[in-house]
């Protein structure tokens, strides 16, 4: 199994960035895709919760109206489309599947590495 996450880079407050989690090994549709986020120094926190066949979605609060989780189960990939960036933003981004309902990090079934994502004010 692998997630490989991408569109990560820098962009201005106020802008936006679309992330891409693909997965391989595994199907989409049978879990649950989620993006977390670990600013520079901090832990790493949940951002959004899509369930397995695309119908519910959840948001921390710091993201909600601005963040968005769109899922593509016949091309086995999550997105992250980040709008109104703001500088608080900046993080690594991780991607990962679960078939628990739970959203914490030891829920995780698989994740993806890493893509950084740099919000400039």
């Known amino acids: 199994v692998q997630l490989q996450a991408s569109g990560g880079g820098l962009v201005q407050a106020g802008g936006f960035l679309r992330l891409s989690c693909v997965g391989s090994?595994?199907?989409?549709?049978?879990?649950?895709g989620l993006w977390f986020r670990q600013p520079p120094g901090k832990e790493r926190e949940f951002v959004a919760r899509i369930n397995q066949i695309g119908t519910s979605t959840d948001y921390a609060d710091s993201v909600k109206g601005r963040f968005t989780i769109p899922k593509n189960n016949a091309e086995n990939t999550v997105y992250l489309q980040m709008d109104y960036l703001r500088p608080e933003d900046t993080a690594d981004y991780y991607c990962?599947?679960?078939?628990?309902?739970?959203?914490?990090?030891?829920?995780?079934?698989?994740w993806g590495r890493g893509t950084l994502v740099t919000v400039s004010s």
């Open positions: 090994g595994l199907a989409f549709r049978n879990y649950y």
């Open positions: 990962a599947v679960t078939g628990r309902a739970g959203r914490s990090i030891g829920d995780m079934f698989y």
